[in-house]
C-alpha cells in the first residue's frame, strides 16, 4: 500500500473544499465528505495475526447509525452502474451489506429480489448452501447460509458489499452461487479499500468491469486516507 509520500496532507476544512469542486459524482461527494467528517482510521491487534489490521470505522454513517439521504444517492448511482449485469437476484452478506443492496435494488428497472445470507443456520431453513466465512470484525470464522429455495438454479447474482476489502466475504458468497448452479454477472461496493480484494477477484476470471466500487481508497493510515482521484491526503476530524 502506498504511503504517497509527495502528497500534502488537507485539513478537514480544506478537504471539503476539495471534494466540493471536484468532478466527483453527487453520491461520491457525499461519501467523500462523510469519510473526512465521521470516519476514523485506526490500528487493531489481532490475537492471531502478527501484523495489526488498520480498521477503517464508518459505524456513524454507513453500517450502524445509517445516513439515509447518503444511502438514497449511493442506491441510485450504483444501480446506473450495475444496470447491464442485469440481476435477477442482488446477493449480500448480514448485515451491513443489506442496505446498499436494497436502495440499489429499488433504484433498478427490475426491482430484484435481495437475498442475504444470515450466520448460522436458522431453525426456519431447512436445506441450505453454507460456505465459511472469516469475520475479522467479530474475530471469528461464521457460517454463511442461504436457503436453497431463495436462490434457483441459472439465475443472474449481482454480490453486493458495504466494502471491496480482501475479497474473501466475496469468494465466500461466490461459492454459495455455484452451488446453487447460478451464474454471478458482477460484484458492486460501496468503498473500495487497497488491500487487493479487486486482484483476488480478477484472479478468479473477472474483469475490471465486472468489480464496480462508488469510490476508491488508495491508502490508509491512522487519522488519514487518501482517496482515488484526489492528489492529496485527507485528515480525518474523528482519531
Known sequence: MDDFNELPLQTPEVALKTISDS??????????ASLVTQSRVFEYQLTDDAQPLLILDVTHFLNHRINSRLMAAIGQELAEKITDCNPDIILTAPSSGNIPAITTALHLETQPDVVYAPKGTPITMAEV???????YT??????LTVAKDCLQPNQRVV??????????TSQDLLNIVKQA?????CFF????????????????????????SLIK????RPGKLKLNGFAAWFELKRV
Open 23 to 32: 468532478t466527483a459524482t453527487k453520491a461520491q461527494k457525499l461519501l467523500a
Open 129 to 135: 448452501y453454507q460456505a465459511k466465512s472469516r469475520s
Open 189 to 212: 461496493f460501496v468503498i473500495e479499500k487497497p488491500f487487493g480484494g479487486r486482484e483476488q477477484l480478477k484472479s478468479l476470471g473477472f474483469s475490471d468491469d465486472q468489480i464496480i
Open 217 to 220: 481508497i488508495d491508502s490508509l
Open 181 to 185: 448452479e447460478s451464474i454471478v454477472t
Open 159 to 168: 454480490i453486493c458489499d458495504d466494502f471491496l476489502d480482501t475479497g474473501r
Open 138 to 143: 467479530h474475530g471469528k470464522s461464521v457460517d
